[in-house]
DNA sequence: GTCTATAAATAGATAGAC
DNA sequence: GTCTATCTATTTATAGAC
């Protein structure tokens, strides 16, 4: 591979892409081999020359995105800001992770409902260190950083299902303002993470409890 | 159909219900005929006589299914309380909905990440009632209730997102638990039920803003 | 209402030429 | 790396007997 970024991708990039692009749409079960074949304008052989079979293509996928998001989460656990920041951070990591990878949101949603099927041992170990670390954020608050003692996991909740739902539902919200629903236009990335971000922070230090 | 309730449930019932099993285990694509033709102990072909296709099938569960939260919602609406309160009994009646049709939450989930492709008209009404309804509550709360001036959407996706998320994610959950994560096994309905109620109400009464 | 049988299209996956 | 051609199973859906 060189090292500059090359104007054409590789088959396996343009299969890699199309692939996500079809799960997000359709499900698992629901994706055709034929389908990302024509979307990557490569020959449906030669998913198979790249990918063992559709399973391990969405296992890899998969692998991908977390791992992404696990790397991102790390990162704020390592730094030496306070945990309320770290909370802050914590959201935006996320936040980033999920627009970074388009079609991330839709196979993550979708992946948890169908119980995590997929997650093969190594993927499933991110998503658990993404959820560990944001317990231990909330946990060292709460030792020495006056957090209110409260599940992390709520915290959880109230971070990972606004923030995956927004990104997951930008179609849905765009009927939505058709049909005439008020608010939901103005909607912006910023203004979620933000009130996110408040509403995690707020709970924890105790405000009004 | 007689008033009492029948000891055996007829085909289209038991066809009805082991489609929602279905489409809530594989998504819309992934469902087969024929599994739900097995599951619900009946000739494919019975399938076809209750119903015109398998995109009418699920459009039948979808109306079924936002039929059953909009009368909720509408309930909570109707009635005399405070804006405070009404919050609290939204998001009672969003997990109540939940809760009565277990295949309801993967479902929804899996429809929003598909844009509502499968939404039928007359379904997209109830879907907009409710995110309508919340809206007027919290507006009603912002008017004459010193509730703080935040888009409403804010609050509904702080609502939806935990709560659909949390029933969604039962399977997901117990690996989570079984992988050693701290607190999520500890994680009940009353607990998220209570902890949003307190955060959509906290963040619009103001303290702390 | 319930069944068997079957049509017609599409699925995932592979063999083998180049 | 990339292609054509193909195998086999499964897909949605229907015709028609009972």
Redesign the pocket.
């Known amino acids: 591979m060189s090292l500059t970024k090359r104007l054409v991708a ?3 990039e343009r299969i890699f892409a199309a692939a996500a692009g079809e799960f997000a749409a359709r499900g698992f079960a629901g ?5 990302i074949a024509r979307a990557a304008h ?8 790249h990918f ?4 391990a293509l969405y296992q890899e996928i998969l692998r991908d995105m977390f791992a992404a998001v696990a790397a991102r989460v790390a990162d704020v656990d390592a730094s030496a800001d306070a945990p309320a920041d770290k909370i802050r951070a914590f959201v935006d990591a996320i936040a980033n992770a999920a627009e970074a990878r388009p079609h991330f949101p839709p196979i993550w949603v979708r992946e948890i409902a169908e119980g995590g099927a997929h997650l093969d041992p190594g993927t499933l170990s991110h998503v658990t260190a993404v959820v560990k670390t944001l317990g231990r954020i909330v946990r060292e608050g709460q030792s020495k950083g006056g957090f209110a003692r409260i599940n992390p996991m709520l915290i959880h909740a109230g971070i990972i299902g606004p923030v995956l739902m927004y990104f997951a539902s930008a179609a849905l919200r765009q009927r939505l303002a058709r049909a005439g629903v008020p608010g939901v236009a103005q909607l912006s990335r910023e203004t979620v993470v933000a009130h996110v971000q408040r509403v995690a922070v707020m709970t924890l230090e105790g405000e009004g409890v």
Request: hydrophobic fraction near 35%; glycine fraction near 0%.
């Open positions: 590789s088959s396996r994706a055709s081999v034929d389908r490569v020959n449906k052989a030669m998913i198979y020359y063992r079979s559709k399973a």
